[in-house]
């Protein structure tokens, strides 16, 4: 009897169904479900579906970045580092292997017991900026799916299955924002409320796929630069899973889904100065960040990927800084989402051609910018900034170039200019200007790559996103 009972309790535990049919007198259909006790389950962070969703109408309590004593203007170009330009890079091993099969050499590699927390501002300023977008993105997927009703994902051709993946994304902020939670400790930024500037899903898709894109580009931007490695090695994690949202949220708008050889890295103040604005209030003791927010810059002819000739546009933006897209003024014969032609249909998909580019090298593109000092953020309490005065250059900021175009007819008084789309390769074949990208206007032609860009930041007047493909 005895016996019996612990084999059952055996069974409960690992193979119910196996065990179940070994007790059984006849010989079942071959099963391949069978139940098992969940291991322990660690908790998430505490969350709640937000309620509130506008405009911050009160009047701030602090005001402006978070900042300690600054030392100076901006960070001098310095030469590399000698050693790094002395390994030979030959194929050959040029040191003794500390175990076998295990090359010397590397970061973290001898042993010493990894730890998965902030080391240093820039990695505690980091990992909370990351931690205010995954917040954003859990409240901004539940929002969609609560804000429109069926009908409209089905007038825009989404299913139910659909639905389901837009909830599920929402799920995943949930793991994200509780091992950044975990890696920042007690002080760590807790959810606030947004304001969204869509009206229609499909707007609401564009800016989906525009804010996923912005959140991803910040992370890559720093993710190399941390001090902690094991931190960098679980946001690394999360930010894959970041970037197939972004990816999906093109598919959901019938965009081609990765135009491009590689995917592009920002600097953290241009992913706080797209954020910041869609964040309406925080709690009142919330962790403020270090990072600057630049003027708005308005791209009034934005490719309107909701059109069956996107780059035939005027002034069909919502949301400032964001340049999401607008449905407002497209008639239904100019709506792609009905089109049936191949090159002409933007319905969801795996993907989809158009015969009308939504951008290419030559493209006059018109431009206006806000000037700085304008109150911005949760509680309307940071402001944006720049030093420079007089633009002259679009930083078109893509792959792996930053690459510049000269402003023309630059006009102060109404803050206007238009560009020139720069004809420009990343590598032969690579077209480098597509894909939902950052254009910035500068002072100079700074020349930095992927590693350095943040360099630029002294020079950045005003910050959009680009939709050029
Ligand atoms: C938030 O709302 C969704 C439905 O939109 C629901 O599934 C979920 O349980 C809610 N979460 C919380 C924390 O209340
Ligand atoms: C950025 O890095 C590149 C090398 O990749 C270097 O040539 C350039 O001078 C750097 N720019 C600044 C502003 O430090
Ligand atoms: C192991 O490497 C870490 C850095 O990754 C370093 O801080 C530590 O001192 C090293 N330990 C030993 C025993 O060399
Ligand atoms: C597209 O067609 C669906 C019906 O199939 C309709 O509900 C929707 O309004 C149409 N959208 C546009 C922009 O014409
Ligand atoms: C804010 O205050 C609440 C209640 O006093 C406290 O539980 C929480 O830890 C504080 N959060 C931060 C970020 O300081
Ligand atoms: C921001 O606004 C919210 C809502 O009015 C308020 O509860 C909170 O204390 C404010 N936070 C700050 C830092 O002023
Ligand atoms: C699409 O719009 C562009 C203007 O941006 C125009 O040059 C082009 O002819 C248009 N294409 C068609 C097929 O109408
Ligand atoms: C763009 O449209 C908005 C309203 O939709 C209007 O306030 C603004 O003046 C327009 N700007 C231009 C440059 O036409
Ligand atoms: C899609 O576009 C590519 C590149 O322009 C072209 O080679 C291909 O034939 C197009 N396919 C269809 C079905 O239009
Ligand atoms: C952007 O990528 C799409 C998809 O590969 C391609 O059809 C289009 O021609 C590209 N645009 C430019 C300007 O190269
Ligand atoms: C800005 O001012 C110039 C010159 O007065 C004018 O030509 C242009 O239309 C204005 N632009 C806007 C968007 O108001
Ligand atoms: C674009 O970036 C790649 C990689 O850094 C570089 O090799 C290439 O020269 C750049 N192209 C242009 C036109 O700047």
Not at 392 to 414: C, G, I, K
Request: proline content about 9%; some cysteine; hydrophobic content about 35%.
């Amino acid at each position: 009897m005895k016996q019996q009972l612990s084999q059952s309790g055996f069974c409960a535990a690992f193979l119910a169904l196996v065990c179940g049919s070994r007790a059984a007198p006849y010989v079942s259909e071959p099963q391949t479900t069978f139940s098992q006790q969940p291991t322990t389950t660690v908790p998430v962070v505490p969350h709640t579906n937000v309620t509130f969703h506008g405009p911050f109408e009160g009047t701030p309590t602090t005001t402006g970045a978070l900042s300690t004593t600054v030392l100076a203007a901006s960070i001098p170009a310095r030469p590399p580092p000698p050693e790094l330009l002395k390994y030979p890079a030959d194929g050959k091993l040029h040191g003794d292997q500390p175990a076998p099969y295990t090359p010397s050499g590397g970061i973290g590699t001898n042993g010493s017991v990894p730890v998965y927390r902030v080391a240093s501002d820039f990695d505690y300023q980091s990992l909370a900026l990351a931690l205010y977008h995954e917040w954003i993105e859990l409240d901004l997927f539940h929002w969609g799916l609560a804000r429109f009703p069926e009908s409209e994902f089905e007038a825009n051709k989404l299913t139910a299955e659909d639905r389901y993946l837009l909830q599920f994304m929402a799920e995943q902020e949930v793991g994200h924002a509780t091992i950044l939670t975990n890696m920042l400790g007690p002080q760590a930024p807790r959810q606030c409320t947004y304001n969204y500037p869509v009206t229609s899903l499909r707007e609401y898709l564009d800016f989906c796929q525009k804010l996923t894109r912005w959140s991803e580009a910040g992370v890559y931007g720093f993710l190399p630069h941390l001090n902690s490695g094991p931190a960098a090695q679980l946001l690394l994690q999360s930010i894959t899973t970041e970037a197939r949202q972004q990816m999906i949220f093109r598919q959901f708008s019938g965009l081609f889904p990765m135009p491009v050889w590689f995917m592009v890295a920002v600097p953290q103040s241009w992913a706080w100065t797209m954020l910041a604005p869609y964040i309406s209030s925080c709690p009142y003791n919330q962790t403020r960040l270090v990072w600057q927010n630049f003027p708005a810059l308005h791209v009034l002819n934005q490719p309107n990927s909701a059109r069956i000739n996107g780059s035939d546009v005027w002034n069909e933006t919502t949301g400032g800084w964001s340049n999401t897209l607008s449905t407002q003024d497209i008639a239904r014969s100019e709506f792609c989402v009905n089109a049936t032609a191949v090159g002409e249909s933007c319905a969801p998909g795996i993907t989809r051609n158009r015969t009308e580019p939504l951008s290419y090298p030559g493209r006059q593109v018109f431009l206006k910018w806000d000037d700085p000092g304008r109150p911005v953020g949760p509680n309307n309490s940071y402001v944006t900034a720049t030093e420079v005065e007089v633009p002259r250059f679009a930083a078109w900021v893509t792959q792996l170039n930053v690459t510049y175009s000269p402003l023309e007819d630059v006009n102060l008084s109404n803050r206007t200019a238009y560009t020139i789309q720069p004809n420009v390769s990343t590598l032969e074949g690579d077209p480098a200007i597509n894909g939902t990208m950052f254009l910035a206007l500068t002072d100079i032609d700074l020349y930095v790559t992927p590693y350095n860009l943040t360099q630029l930041n002294p020079h950045v007047a005003a910050l959009a996103m680009y939709q050029a493909g």
